[in-house]
């Protein structure tokens, strides 16, 4: 067990490293979030060797990850978040990546590792992707609300697949009881929804009363109460915590309560940042070394699934070029999902630890690009599909396009 000296110089030095990373990077017009993984990779086993993966930076990268979604989905309407629209196109942003991803895991191995390959492509990591739309101001735009509602139906349909596949693997596959998980997932969703609402007059007498004896406190202590009660929930019924996360924010997104939201913000940008470095610490270059072919072939797969896979159907539901392919590229990132997907496929003995290095390293290289990319995107107002002359009325003449 770690002594405090030894968790307190973790953090310091931590944030140092992740500040002196964003000032740098900013330098250059880039997202915080590359500096803050190449501050954790600097830091990890791979160069200085100052810091390793524990119990530790485990916990605290959690805890980043679930106020960076919190914080996304206090921003958030539940009615622009559930549409039909992000429903079909979170649908496919888990078939396509599946499918590419089994016939990949094919060439390179036996029917259990294509499976699993799929599965890891499947999950889409918005904790990316949502702090970069913070950054640059676009959480509000149309294409944000469409990435962050998929992305959620993407998580939980990833982490069902990845349920059935172990638990077929293991010999203990259960129709009636993965059918009760799918049932448990869905009120999950709806009754965590509708007593957030209720919790939002709640939030307001406890302000009321914070005020009335000077302690500001209270507000943020009851938001974080929320925060990680959802997120236990979630993973208690077996889908990941940031949806748990997510779900508590749009919840309580009508909250107006000042020390409530600049609190919350606060936490996350410190705790995110910590998210962030952990992923870095991850990378080893040895696993790079050992296994690069395959991490190439799975990170051009898992480039290509999302962005083949999203694009035209974005399209056909009318979103711009440019929309369309900011939403396909924001779905990309596979990050902390694609990891546990990895991990519980070597411990249940069904992929090797080369290819678990390798979704590993293709996870965290998908977390590096994207944002690079959508964030030149964003600051620039371009789109290299601009030039690009389709009309897409003849792929589907009942659907009329918006050529915005």
């Not at 900013?26 to 060797?49: K, T, Y």
């Not at 919190?70 to 649908?91: P, Q, R, S």
């Not at 995110?272 to 072919?293: D, R, W």
Request: hydrophobic letters at 55%; proline letters at 2%.
């Amino acid at each position: 067990m770690q002594s405090f000296a030894e968790i307190g110089f973790e953090l310091s030095i931590m944030l140092f490293f992740a500040l002196l990373g964003s000032l740098i990077v900013s330098r250059f017009r880039q997202s915080l979030v590359i500096g803050e993984i190449l501050a954790g990779f600097i830091l990890g086993p791979s160069i200085l060797g100052l810091l390793h993966y524990n119990e530790t930076l485990q916990g605290l990268a959690y805890l980043g990850s679930v106020l960076l979604l919190f914080t996304v989905g206090m921003e958030c309407k539940l009615h622009e978040i559930y549409t039909k629209k992000n429903i079909v196109l979170g649908t496919l942003g888990v078939i396509v990546p599946w499918i590419f991803g089994c016939v990949f895991g094919m060439l390179i191995g036996d029917f259990r590792t294509s499976v699993l390959i799929g599965t890891a492509l499947t999950a889409t990591s918005v904790a990316i992707t949502a702090n970069v739309l913070k950054e640059t101001g676009h959480l509000n735009a149309e294409f944000a609300k469409t990435i962050m509602g998929a992305a959620v139906v993407d998580d939980i349909l990833s982490l069902l697949i990845l349920s059935i596949v172990t638990s077929q693997f293991s010999g203990n596959f259960n129709p009636i009881q993965m059918a009760v998980k799918i049932i448990v997932s869905i009120l999950f969703i709806v009754v965590g929804i509708i007593v957030g609402f209720r919790l939002n007059s709640f939030t307001h007498k406890v302000n009321e009363f914070a005020k009335h004896h000077n302690s500001p406190k209270l507000p943020l202590m009851f938001a974080l109460l929320v925060a990680l009660t959802y997120s236990f929930i979630a993973e208690l019924v077996g889908l990941s915590a940031i949806v748990g996360a997510f779900i508590a924010g749009v919840a309580m997104s009508e909250q107006k309560v000042k020390s409530l939201i600049e609190g919350v913000n606060y936490l996350e940008m410190i705790f995110s940042s910590i998210f962030f470095v952990t992923l870095g610490i991850l990378i080893e270059i040895e696993s790079i070394a050992t296994v690069l072919p395959l991490i190439l072939g799975l990170t051009i797969i898992a480039l290509l699934s999302k962005l083949l896979g999203l694009y035209l159907p974005a399209r056909k539901l009318g979103a711009s070029r440019k929309d369309s392919l900011l939403i396909s590229l924001g779905m990309v990132p596979r990050g902390e999902v694609a990891m546990i997907v990895g991990v519980i496929g070597m411990q249940a003995g069904l992929i090797s630890k080369d290819i678990y290095a390798a979704i590993l390293l293709m996870s965290l290289i998908t977390s590096i690009v994207v944002p690079i990319f959508m964030r030149k995107m964003l600051h620039e107002n371009i789109c290299f599909l601009d030039n690009l002359s389709v009309d897409f009325s003849k792929i589907s003449p009942k659907i009329a396009l918006s050529k915005r």
